[in-house]
């Protein structure tokens, strides 16, 4: 699964870098802790022309009489996207990329969560398949995503059995509906040399920990210390 991540990338550099258009309402950059139901970067795609927005993450279907009806849906897993009555239409019509530089994932001993951060293996930024949806009212309209997670690759097996799904590229016009059907053949594991990762200090296990000391990654000496 994801559930906590970073971005570190200006907004600008994220505009360029998938050639589109940015909202003037953009969350404040850089984060070291997205956490759920903060507002993220989200790439959509519509009338030809994409743009990059910020939503809520934390996917609220449209039966929700509030937003917290029910689960509070942070991940939507590829292997049952199409089914589900939350998720159905949405990965039909409404694919979007979550923008991040890394995120975290978690390993126990004993009693104790420990933290890595994972980010891609050449540096760039993780493009993270994702569905959403408007809820609610006109007057009151909150834009809501989940991000989209399958099993794990081999070598991510060995921190957590789910990862999102993360696009290349390439195939991001696909995955946003500008290269016709054929997105469902996106909805895979990354291949297993495309993730590096490293161990952080466990000051991140706090959602309202903050700062770049949190992607740092954790010495032998720290080790000793923690």
Known sequence: M???FAITLPQDAMAQLFAATPANDLPDVPNYNVCP???VHLVTAQDGQRRLGAMRWGFIPHWYKKPNDGPLLINARAETIA???AFRT???TRRAVIVASGFYEWTRDGETRLPWYITRSDGAPLAMA???QSWGTQEGELRTAAIVTTGANAPMSAIHHRMPVVLDQ??????LGEQGKGAATLMRAAPDDMLVWHRVDRTVNSNRASGPELIAPLTTSDEDLD
Do not use: F, H, Q, V
Not at 170 to 175: A, E, S, Y
């Open 83 to 85: 089914d589900k009555p």
């Open 90 to 92: 949405a990965c039909r």
């Open 37 to 39: 139901t903060n507002a």
């Open 130 to 132: 994702a569905i959403w």
């Open 170 to 175: 390439g195939d991001i016009g696909l995955w």
């Open 2 to 4: 994801c559930g906590r």
